[in-house]
């Protein structure tokens, strides 16, 4: 089956700094890669995706990328805030019944 | 607005009891899924189901069992509670295939 591997597994950061996640999936045909964020006490909740015929959106402040030749993601977070805080999750999905597999999770945080 | 709601914020339950976990949502998703979420350990598929009396186990089945009668409600039993399902436990949902996920507010169970 499919295997996600999300790093850092913590990553502190100062506002206005960028913060990049990454994540490596195992399963050639995975074709949809969502990330979610989960702020403290609170549910996951999609901030963005990307399919697996685009090697880059961007929404704002943050961008995901796809190398599906290495079969790497990453997101990126430009210009930091204090709300950005929270756990981040990448998945992978491939076809089939396209159940997720989540990364473990990045804990980021953002000093004022 | 999707909603998905689950019966409890926080349960606390004694070894051996049969534990029921509600969950429900008002947008006709075909598919629904059980997480388990501990520390370090990301969200973990126990049970997914693709449409009304249908289930696939996920990663995490011991232990568990679902019952989806209707297609608006996915419930998560616990046949005989043990210490070690103490965890918060998600519920999402989906239209169908590759697609954005949504989640409940989670449900924390302590096992004594």
């Known amino acids: 089956g499919e295997n996600v591997e999300q790093h850092p597994s913590t990553l502190s950061v100062q506002e206005g700094d960028s913060a990049v996640i990454k994540c490596t999936y195992s399963d050639s045909a995975s074709n949809y890669f969502p990330w979610y964020k989960q702020e403290l006490g609170k549910r996951p909740q999609l901030i963005i995706d990307?399919?697996?015929?685009?090697g880059e959106k961007k929404d704002q402040r943050i961008a995901v990328t796809l190398n599906k030749t290495a079969k790497h993601f990453s997101l990126h977070i430009t210009e930091t805030q204090p709300e950005d805080s929270a756990v981040y999750f990448c998945?992978?999905?491939?076809?089939?019944?396209?159940?997720?597999?989540f990364g473990r999770g990045t804990s980021l945080i953002v000093h004022p | 607005d999707v909603k998905v709601t689950q019966s409890s914020r926080y349960l606390v339950k004694r070894t051996g009891e049969k534990v029921f976990l509600e969950c429900v949502q008002d947008?006709?998703?075909?598919?629904m899924f059980w997480y388990r979420q501990d520390p370090g350990l990301g969200l973990r598929l126990i049970y997914f189901s693709y449409d009304v009396k249908m289930k696939e186990k996920g990663d995490i089945p011991e232990g568990y069992s679902v019952s989806r009668e209707k297609k608006e409600r996915f419930s998560l039993i616990l046949e005989s509670a043990s210490t070690n399902q103490t965890s918060m436990y998600l519920c999402?949902?989906?239209?169908?295939?590759?697609?954005?996920?949504?989640f409940g507010p989670g449900t924390r169970l302590t096992v004594l």
């Open positions: 990307i399919r697996s015929n685009v």
């Open positions: 998945a992978a999905l491939s076809g089939g019944s396209y159940i997720p597999t």
């Open positions: 999402a949902s989906r239209v169908g295939g590759p697609d954005t996920q949504y």
């Open positions: 947008m006709d998703h075909e598919n």
